[in-house]
């Protein structure tokens, strides 16, 4: 091989590896983008780059139902139910999106606001293991459990937040009983 043969070579894996780097960094940057940033409806609809498994895990979006009805195709239900918020999650966009909702991973999703009516609205579709694990504080965790008591699995309520939210409210009861008979002494 001639000198010049060997520095149009050098040069040709110095030119790929630039193009690889270029597109290793390009696919971060829009993963990242996709994951981690507020976008708006107009991103989300006018976004040929956006990485959607990453965007249906985004909860930094505020998700209208238009938008997400207008972006249903490319949404992925099973990331998206556990991680969206906004509009969707309201009772009317959980009725809205109903056939396309993985139910477990929506009982889990901190964003849906899990009231009773709620709760027996979709009696048959929560997943009712995970229920227990949501996180009742500042709630009226014992009107849901009375409630719900034939649902909710008993292995999966003993050492839950149910479970501790309960043992909480108890407590605190029983504290408001015991302060008020110390305060008619």
């Not at 937040?161 to 504290?175: C, G, I, M, Y």
Request: glycine share 4%; net charge negative.
């Amino acid at each position: 091989m001639d000198e010049i043969q060997i520095k149009n070579n050098a040069q040709l894996r110095r030119v790929r590896m630039a193009a690889m780097l270029e597109q290793e960094i390009m696919h971060y940057a829009w993963k990242e983008l996709s994951r981690n940033r507020p976008l708006t409806a107009a991103m989300l609809e006018k976004g040929k780059g956006l990485i959607w498994d990453e965007v249906s895990q985004n909860t930094k979006i505020e998700w209208s139902i238009e938008t997400a009805q207008r972006c249903k195709e490319n949404i992925n239900w099973n990331l998206f139910s556990r991680n969206a918020r906004g509009e969707v999650t309201t009772p009317e966009g959980i009725e809205t999106f109903a056939d396309l909702w993985n139910w477990a991973e929506l009982t889990a999703n901190p964003n849906v606001e899990m009231t009773i009516e709620l709760a027996e609205k979709y009696v048959g579709r929560w997943d009712w293991a995970a229920m227990s694990w949501r996180d009742w504080e500042g709630r009226d965790a014992r009107e849901f459990y009375t409630h719900f008591i034939e649902r909710i699995p008993v292995a999966a309520f003993n050492g839950s937040k149910l479970h501790s939210a309960l043992r909480r409210q108890e407590v605190d009861r029983l504290w408001n009983i015991l302060a008020k008979e110390v305060e008619k002494e």
